[in-house]
């Protein structure tokens, strides 16, 4: 056989070849073309605890207790720097610690960010295949839409006002990413109308999640932004969202969160 023959067969094979690859990825399913798939609901994993602004762990250690009493694996993690800088890092922290986990035999891991630590969890979900690598993820006090608490630290006083301050601010471009990460993860979101840091309050409504306002269920709750991780009554239902129970389940009544919380 001529050489020229050999390359034009060679050729022909390569094409061939090419074309089954094609119709194999056409046809697979959509979202597994380069991504995982959802995880499995009934096998919960560990619980990562992201905490806010500033990264004091107080209340979510309070919480990551009582998720241990019920038999999780619950870590809460300490932010990068002094809390206040870059999300985008705390985003990293986050993500080095769902590799750990997943690494390490995980099935998968559910995740809790307390106030701008929703915002890390919602961006970590978008950015690094949350839905593959996330069972479920619960925001507490969490300005997923922004507060004006920092917009306007931000205009009066931008030299008090640092990085994760101003991402914060309404309408930045970070908090612009979070479109369609309550869709991404089975999420829960709960806030509080007492509070006085994310301003409004109902900046933690998220589409596509399940939104509760803790005085929805427990009318006259005077509990306030700090006070959300520790609150029996939110500590239920973060208990609740990551059983494995389906995470839009009515919520049980006041009495009965503060139960199992």
């Not at 560990?46 to 500033?54: D, E, I, K, R, S």
């Not at 700090?226 to 009544?253: H, M, Y």
Request: glycine share 14%; aromatic share 2%.
């Amino acid at each position: 056989m001529s050489p020229r023959r050999r390359a034009l067969l060679v050729v022909a094979a390569l094409l061939v070849a090419l074309g089954v690859v094609a119709a194999v990825v056409t046809a697979l399913p959509e979202g597994s073309r380069g991504a995982g798939g959802p995880v499995a609901q009934d096998r919960p994993g560990p619980v990562l605890l992201v905490p806010g602004y500033g990264g004091d762990r107080t209340g979510l250690e309070v919480l990551a207790g009582a998720l241990r009493a019920q038999g999780r694996d619950a870590r809460v993690l300490a932010l990068d720097g002094d809390g206040t800088g870059d999300l985008d890092r705390q985003v990293a922290v986050l993500d080095r610690a769902v590799t750990v986990a997943t690494d390490a035999g995980a099935p998968s891991v559910d995740v809790v960010g307390y106030s701008a630590g929703g915002v890390v969890a919602g961006l970590w979900a978008i950015r690094d295949d949350g839905p593959a690598r996330a069972r479920r993820i619960v925001s507490i006090g969490s300005p997923l839409a922004g507060t004006t608490v920092a917009g306007s630290a931000a205009a009066v006083s931008p030299e008090a006002c640092p990085q994760a301050c101003r991402q914060l601010a309404p309408g930045s471009a970070l908090l612009g990413e979070l479109a369609g990460a309550g869709t991404a993860v089975p999420w829960l979101s709960v806030w509080t109308d007492r509070d006085q840091v994310v301003t409004p309050p109902t900046s933690a409504r998220l589409d596509g999640a399940v939104n509760v306002e803790l005085q929805q269920l427990c009318p006259g709750s005077t509990v306030g932004h700090g006070g959300l991780p520790a609150d029996d009554a939110v500590i239920g239902l973060v208990v609740r969202a990551l059983s494995t129970a389906p995470i839009d389940e009515a919520p049980a009544a006041c009495g009965t969160l503060r139960a199992a919380g």
